[in-house]
C-alpha cells in the first residue's frame, strides 16, 4: 500500500497538471480578489456621490444566497473596501465552489490517467488487492487539496495587500477552523468526483459533469426531490442541507460547533460512500 501511495505522489510531483491547476487556481484568485476590490471602490464612490448607505451581508446571508442560486457566485459580505479581510474573501470564495472545480479536474484527469492511457495495466498485477489503487488515489488527492487550500489562503493574503492595502484576519482560529470544515467538504466532493470518473471513463464527460455540480445544477433534482417530501407530509425539508455541495455553500465564518460537526459528517459519510463504490466498480470492471 505505502509504494502504491508512494508511486502516486510521484507522480503528482512530476506531471505538470499539477502545477498548471495550482498556476490556474492562483491567477482565477488574484484575478477574483482584483475584481472584488474594484466592485467595492466603485460601490464606495456611488454611495458618495449619492449620499446613500447599505447594510452589509452577513456571512450566513451570503451563505444562504450561494447555497441556494444556480451557478457560481461570489459574495464578500463588505460594505467597503475597510470592512475586507482575509478571511472574508477565503470564506467568499470557498462557499462559491470555485476552486473545487480545479479539485475536481485534478481528480479527473491525473488520478484516472494511469486508466485512459492503459498503464495500470503494468501494476495491477504486482498488487496484492486492486482496491489500494482507489485507496492511494484518495490519498493522493487529500494531499492535493491540502496544498491548494495553503496555496488559496496565501494567494488570497497577498492580493488582498496588494488590493487593498491590508491583509488583516478577524480572527485566525475561526479562519483556520472553517477552513478545516472546507477541506473535508472539498476533499469528499473531489471522492465523489473521482468516483464519477472511475464509473464513466471519460475525461470530458466526467469533467463537464463536475463543473455542473459546482455550478449547483443539481438543485433542479433537490428540488424535485424536495416536492416530493412536501406531497408525502414532509414539510420544511430541504435535500441540499444533507449533501456536500449544500454544506460547502452552507457552512459559514464562526459556524457553530453543531453546524460543523454536520457538516464534516456529511463529508465523511458521502467520501466514504463515494471511495466505496468506485473500489466495487473497479474491482469487477477489467482493467
Partial sequence: MMNVIKM???RMVKQKI???LLVALTAFLVFSVAMTAFLVFSVAMTKEDMAMTQTPMTAEQASEESMGNLGLYLNV???S???????LEVFGHMASRAPAIFTAIFAVIF?????QTGYIKNIAGQIEKRQWLIYSKAVVLAVYTAVSFIVTLITITLSCAVFFGKATISSFPKLMAYMGGEYMLYLAFGCIILCLAVIIRNHAVTVALAICLCMNIQLVLYGVINSLLGRAGVDGMN???YTVSGWMSCLSLGASAGDMLRGIVTALIFGAAALTVAVIVFKQRDI
Fill in 77 to 79: 459580505p463588505a460594505a
Fill in 111 to 115: 488520478l484516472t490517467a494511469d486508466l
Fill in 81 to 87: 473596501a475597510q470592512d475586507v479581510t482575509v478571511d
Fill in 8 to 10: 502516486d505522489l510521484y
Fill in 18 to 20: 499539477s502545477y498548471i
Fill in 239 to 241: 435535500i441540499s442541507e
